[in-house]
């Protein structure tokens, strides 16, 4: 008798994302990777609000309805796809759609919810707790203490699957010394770089302070922001007042980081909160040398002392480690190495990405 072994495939989930915006921002750079990874034909985004440099660019989008009496709406909305598109998984990465994402797990047997938690909130809702869906992925050490700590999430409810970015390329310097006229910038400066968004918890107000307070002894210093949001304006202003608008540059949010961060000697960023910052792992997998704030998350991508610095909110002591690393090429080269190598052995998309999948099987 012939016996034919038939091999079984595995059957792939139909993922419903529930994202609260999608722009340039780190969040949403993480949603787009997941739909990359899990396939565009089955990783379907709604979201209530949608960038214009990224309409050309999403796949399988669809909008929700925003305000305070879209609930009935969006609910009717979402059942309706789910059932036209088999889906088999619904999940979230925004705090505004817990509980519509929660109901929608309630009453359709068939739909799994899992929750994205992706930074440290400063204020935890009373029912938090209770719709976060059947599985959280944390994307840091520092979002998982916080979800046991403060949520009350039981650890084995818990994914922990730290961010990645995708390795940017290397841009050669000698080779493309348009940049620098382009940033507007002088070839041959020192230049250091942060990419956030304009928005206070990401400290851009102690950056330019530091900034000031060194940049007159060293008018070969340069800082590129590169960002969006509600602060833009003020911070123009402080930038004016402090009279430093020679040597500060701001980028528009579609700048290409790639170019951005080839000129780049330094990255910095003094943000009070985060989860796992994407700029700081774009910079590691590029080989550049971090000053960061001393907070958790940060404090997972960099080893003080080793590819970079973490410091404290204090004037001095961020103005210190700007001036040091300006004037120390060894000590730039050596920390440059150091963040690649740690972006290569912790932080790699490959390891990445079976996580993903797994997740989301």
Request: aromatic residues 10%.
């Amino acid at each position: 008798m012939r016996v034919i072994f038939i091999e079984k495939k595995q059957i792939m989930s139909n993922i419903l994302f529930i994202t609260n915006s999608l722009n340039k921002g780190g969040a949403s750079k993480r949603v787009l990777l997941m739909q990359k990874i899990i396939g565009l034909d089955r990783f379907h985004i709604f979201s209530t609000i949608l960038s214009k440099e990224l309409k050309d660019r999403v796949v399988n989008h669809n909008y929700l309805k925003l305000g305070l009496f879209s609930f009935i709406s969006n609910l009717k909305k979402l059942s309706h796809f789910i059932n036209e598109n088999d889906i088999d998984i619904i999940a979230t990465n925004s705090r505004k759609y817990y509980f519509l994402c929660y109901l929608i797990g309630f009453l359709k047997s068939q739909v799994t919810y899992k929750s994205i938690v992706q930074i440290v909130y400063r204020n935890v809702f009373p029912f938090q707790k209770k719709v976060q869906g059947s599985e959280i992925l944390s994307v840091s050490d520092a979002v998982s203490n916080y979800l046991i700590n403060d949520v009350g999430i039981t650890k084995n409810k818990i994914s922990l699957i730290k961010n990645t970015v995708v390795p940017i390329k290397n841009v050669n310097k000698t080779g493309h010394n348009d940049i620098y006229s382009k940033i507007g910038v002088s070839k041959g400066s020192i230049v250091f770089t942060c990419i956030a968004r304009y928005d206070p918890v990401k400290g851009h107000d102690l950056l330019l302070d530091c900034f000031a307070n060194v940049v007159d002894e060293n008018k070969n210093l340069y800082l590129v922001l590169m960002g969006y949001g509600e602060l833009k304006v003020d911070l123009i202003k402080k930038i004016k007042c402090l009279n430093i608008q020679d040597n500060v540059v701001m980028l528009p949010s579609d700048f290409s980081i790639n170019e951005v961060l080839s000129i780049t000697d330094i990255s910095i960023l003094l943000s009070k909160r985060e989860g796992l910052s994407t700029f700081i792992l774009e910079s590691m997998s590029l080989g550049l040398p971090i000053i960061a704030s001393n907070i958790p998350g940060n404090d997972e991508l960099v080893n003080n002392n080793e590819n970079g610095y973490l410091v404290d909110f204090n004037i001095d002591e961020v103005s210190n480690k700007i001036i040091l690393l300006s004037n120390k090429q060894y000590l730039r080269d050596n920390m440059g190495e150091a963040s690649k190598l740690r972006y290569n052995e912790e932080f790699s998309f490959e390891t990445y990405q079976n996580k993903i999948k797994k997740f989301f099987k």
